[in-house]
């Protein structure tokens, strides 16, 4: 069975950092798409970013580009969101998914974690 476990999240203020992973196993190589989405409260869920499992391009929704990181690790299939320079407005559960590509859609992708918890606040 496909298993996605986030880790990490937590509370931190304004202008902190975090680093956010997520462990998967079970999937089959199909899947290359590797994405992070957050829902924060009252909102719709997010695309955040993703990562091609296969080839390594990345991408960013515009409102965390050059304050997130996404990076992964093939060897342990395991992907990472590092979060620096944090807002409020960055405050959602992540949610960790798999698909075949990376898409923006969160109904494109196939599987999902449980998710994490990420609180910025002063």
């Known amino acids: 069975q496909v298993r996605l476990v986030e880790s990490g999240g937590g509370l931190v203020q304004p202008g902190g950092s975090l680093r956010l992973s997520c462990a998967a196993s079970g999937f089959s190589p199909d899947y290359h798409g590797l994405g992070w989405f957050r829902q924060a409260p009252g909102k719709e869920r997010e695309a955040v970013s993703c990562?091609?499992?296969?080839?390594?391009?990345?991408y960013y929704t515009d409102s965390v580009k050059g304050r997130f990181t996404v990076s992964r690790d093939v060897a342990h299939n395991t992907q990472y969101l590092q979060m620096n320079s944090l807002e409020p407005e960055d405050t959602a559960v992540y949610y960790c998914a798999i698909g075949f590509d990376c898409t923006v859609r969160a109904a494109g992708m196939t599987y999902w974690g449980k998710g994490t918890l990420v609180t910025v606040s002063s």
């Open positions: 990562i091609n499992m296969s080839d390594g391009h990345t």
